[in-house]
């Protein structure tokens, strides 16, 4: 009996895995001026002044407030962006990231 060698192709699937997603979070102080914090909101995030003024009152009430979810490069951009507009105006104004559950 010949000896029958049979070619096996074998395909590999590439399975693309989204990116991790990170929070970007407004930590409420008491010397950052309600109507600044609207204002970064609105520039650094663009969101509407009504969905601003939400997010701001809602880490006045509870502390904190998620703003937005991005991608991990995107968030620390925004993050740093929106924490060096508080600095240069000089107030305490914090957002910080954590990665979504």
């Known amino acids: 009996m010949p000896n029958v060698i049979t070619d096996r192709k074998t395909t590999t ?13 407004l930590l409420n102080d008491d010397f950052t001026p309600r109507e600044f914090v609207v204002q970064v909101l609105r520039r650094v995030f663009r969101i509407t002044e009504a969905e601003s003024d939400v997010v701001m009152m809602t880490a006045h009430q ?14 620390e951009m925004k993050v740093q962006q929106a924490n060096d507009l508080g600095r240069e105006h000089g107030y305490p104004l914090a957002f910080t990231s954590e990665k979504e559950e």
């Open 62 to 75: 509870r502390g904190a407030c998620v703003v937005a979810v991005f991608t991990r490069e995107v968030a």
């Open 13 to 25: 699937a590439t399975r693309t895995e989204r990116p991790r997603l990170y929070k970007v979070i």
